[in-house]
């Protein structure tokens, strides 16, 4: 057989000599060799028919059973054999001359590779770059040999502080060839890694086998065995020789990983034994959720990542008028609020509407983190059995809030009093995002929080802080500081009192009310007292009156459009969208009015107007902070000029909103002028064209409603966080008549 080479580049290097051509060896062997970036690859093997496959099926060019006639002249040399074997090939290496040559394993116990070449090179320069390829198959032997086994997978390298940077550099470039995704990682902290995610499940399978194997009844439960043991006990199939050698290659992770699991199993023994229903649902919900979660955020960076060269684009064509009744997501403030205060109440609260996007799930998540015991979502369904105000316990680890400000910030002032410390970190987007506002305060209150560079996450947040109350007055409205201050005035001697300049959403004092406490509204300041308690109560959530917002731009500019939006939320401090609108000619009625859980609902009547140019009255400016977006789209479909003051916060949300807009909007023949504090826009026609919504997921919704009123198509560029914070964005969309879908699948 004969492999084509598919040349990427010149031949990085001269000869390649890959000892041990089993299936890791052999794939990294074929990959390069098959990609043109090797002169020569030597493959080394004791097995005589091993040495004639490689050949023939184009593993190497030629192979050796003798080690020094191999490595002579190599410039790199891939160790593959057993990690037991690998401390008596290190010796014989050490008596050649190697020259230059790199050296590099595929072990997955490192600290033994690095231990026998210390040893076996004592006294002598040796270019040592210990990897792991994270990859493998059921099959083994050269003949298993695949130059794509590594293609997008990890490959974990572990240099020391003393390792040559050009070797270095040149093991990552040619795993990189392959497709592999290269990490770098210390030598201990991967072989604990390892131990846990890899070592510990191979021993549990085999231990799982091997003891239902020699029971009297073995024949019946291997017959009744359902697909989850089939599942869960495959790796038990796997080559009994080489796990050998790992459990002893790297023992002592593996006893340390065994003996918290064991830990971990006593417990829930005790449970069990106990009739302990609470302890096996906490243990099963967060077991539930982890790996879904871990998945979503490890996805979510790479896919993330992968946005930067691929893109998501939504193509939004020019449409007609819009129709029906929809009912859009969740609250996503309230639902926040609800997992929060649910988790710190005594009993158990039951919510519904839940918003089941990213951000709230990453509350949800902190507070499982944090020993809550939490049922759902189901369809909006969550059922939370709080634990009290001093109930919390310490996280395993750093709390991940996602994209979610709002979790970073409300939690930061519960966290302040625990008696536990606590790291808040987020996304890049997260990471970029002001903290300082509630950091100052908290600190001034007795917390001791340190920020990273400019102010900006992780928060690191030390615990057993005596807090004291204070009275507030807030530099510029905003709810997420003052709900801060609030839930930290839970804990704190005597009374917390905030003032604001102008009013913001009030769903904190709302809730807490709810939920039996005291909370005192004199004007512009909210107070709260630490000493009482709160008690479980059930919530309903309305529809999110941000992601209304979307609709009502959209059914206001689509000529001869009537929509109807159910369940929305009307808080008072929420709707400065609908007075902003309405002050622009809008044609907005509220239908079905009620309360729900102490927050207003109605249903929303919302038909096409003719819109004129205002000057926004920045009362209003808090109350439609997160809606400016679509406003703006508004604004360049009305009659006349509309001018913005007073809204300098939409330069630090997801991204700079002022002039994300002011450059979409000039892009799309729309007069715009970006201001410190707000913009200037003139009506009239829009066009087509290119838009970036830079990550953004109002911006990109925002001009999705804007081609409703192009005169051509608008490509929008970097749409993937719509489908976290707005899951069902298009299809809502696309059950109204706008024409905005994924381009190539519209």
Not at 46 to 60: H, I, K, M, N, P
Not at 303 to 330: C, E, Q
Not at 657 to 670: N, P
Request: with cysteine; hydrophobic share 45%.
């Amino acid at each position: 057989m004969t492999v084509t080479a598919v040349q990427s580049s010149a031949p990085k290097i001269g000869r390649l000599v890959v000892v041990g051509l089993g299936l890791i060896g052999g794939s990294f062997a074929k990959g390069l060799r098959a990609r043109g970036l090797c002169r020569e690859v030597v493959g080394v093997d004791l097995d005589a028919e091993s040495r004639r496959l490689a050949v023939q099926l184009g593993v190497a060019d030629r192979c050796e059973s003798d080690l020094a006639a191999a490595c002579q002249g190599a410039e790199v040399i891939q160790l593959a054999v057993p990690i037991l074997a690998m401390e008596k090939l290190l010796a014989e290496l050490a008596k050649l001359d190697l020259g230059d040559a790199v050296l590099t394993d595929v072990g997955s116990a490192k600290g033994n590779v690095v231990r026998a070449a210390r040893l076996a090179f004592a006294g002598k320069t040796v270019r040592l770059v210990p990897g792991h390829p994270i990859a493998g198959s059921e099959q083994s032997g050269v003949e298993a040999a695949n130059a794509g086994l590594f293609r997008r997978h990890k490959v974990i390298l572990t240099p020391s502080e003393h390792s040559d940077a050009a070797a270095m550099a040149l093991v990552e470039s040619l795993w990189r060839e392959l497709g592999a995704d290269v990490e770098t990682m210390e030598v201990e902290h991967h072989d604990q890694v390892l131990a846990a995610t890899s070592h510990l499940p191979h021993l549990l399978a085999f231990t799982l086998v091997d003891s239902l194997a020699k029971r009297s009844e073995n024949l019946e439960i291997f017959r009744y065995a359902a697909g989850g043991f089939r599942d869960f006990t495959r790796i038990a199939g796997s080559d009994p020789v080489m796990w050998h050698d790992i459990f002893l290659a790297n023992r002592e992770a593996v006893l340390r990983t065994l003996d918290t699991f064991r830990d971990d199993l006593d417990a829930l023994r005790d449970a069990v034994d106990a009739g302990d229903g609470h302890q096996l649902l906490g243990v099963f919900t967060r077991a539930r959720v982890a790996r879904e979660h871990f998945s979503k955020i490890l996805a979510r960076r790479a896919y993330v990542d992968a946005m930067h060269s691929t893109d998501l684009i939504f193509l939004a064509k020019p449409g007609s008028s819009l129709s029906g009744r929809i009912r859009v997501p969740g609250d996503k403030s309230i639902s926040h609020r609800s997992i929060m205060l649910g988790s710190l109440a005594e009993g158990t609260t039951e919510v519904e509407g839940f918003l089941e996007g990213e951000d709230a799930l990453a509350t949800l998540q902190a507070f499982r983190d944090m020993g809550v015991v939490i049922e759902g979502p189901h369809h909006g369904r969550v059922t939370i059995h709080g634990v009290g105000l001093k109930g919390l316990k310490a996280p395993a680890g750093p709390l991940y809030m996602g994209n979610s400000g709002t979790s970073m910030r409300l939690l930061s002032g519960l966290l302040a009093a625990q008696p536990f410390d606590t790291v808040l970190t987020g996304d890049a987007s997260l990471s970029k995002r002001p903290m300082n506002r509630v950091a100052k305060p908290l600190r001034e209150m007795g917390a001791v929080i340190e920020t990273g560079p400019e102010g900006r996450p992780p928060l690191t947040i030390k615990g057993g802080q005596r807090l004291t109350g204070m009275d507030y007055e807030m530099p510029m409205a905003s709810a997420q500081v003052k709900s801060c201050l609030l839930l930290a005035g839970l804990y704190a001697a005597g009374r917390t009192s905030v003032t604001e300049p102008a009013p913001t959403r009030d769903h904190t004092e709302r809730m807490l009310r709810g939920f039996g406490y005291p909370v005192s509204v004199e004007g512009s300041t909210a107070s709260v007292e630490s000493g009482h308690k709160l008690t479980a109560t059930r919530i309903e959530v309305p529809a999110d009156i941000s992601s209304a917002a979307f609709f009502l731009v959209a059914a206001s500019i689509a000529e001869g459009s009537e929509l109807v939006l159910e369940h929305v939320g009307i808080n008072p401090t929420r709707t400065g969208v609908i007075d902003i609108l309405k002050l622009m000619g809008g044609d907005i009625t509220l239908e079905n009015q009620r309360e729900v859980g102490g927050e207003p609902v109605a249903d929303i009547r919302v038909r096409s107007a003719k819109l004129k140019g205002i000057d926004i009255p920045e009362d209003l400016v808090p109350l439609a902070i997160d809606e400016f977006p679509v406003l703006f789209v508004a604004a360049a479909c009305a009659e006349g000029r509309t001018v913005l003051r007073g809204a300098e916060e939409l330069r630090v949300k997801e991204s700079d909103r002022i002039q994300v807009m002011a450059d979409g909007l000039i892009a799309l023949g729309v007069k715009a002028e970006p201001t410190p504090d707000g913009i200037i826009i003139e009506g009239g026609s829009i066009g087509g064209g290119e838009v970036w919504a830079h990550g953004d997921h109002r911006i990109a919704m925002s001009f999705s409603v804007a081609s409703l009123r192009a005169s051509a198509p608008i490509r929008i560029h970097d749409c993937a966080n719509v489908a976290t914070s707005f899951p069902n964005f298009l299809a809502l969309a696309a059950e109204v008549g706008i024409q905005v879908a994924e381009e190539g699948k519209a």
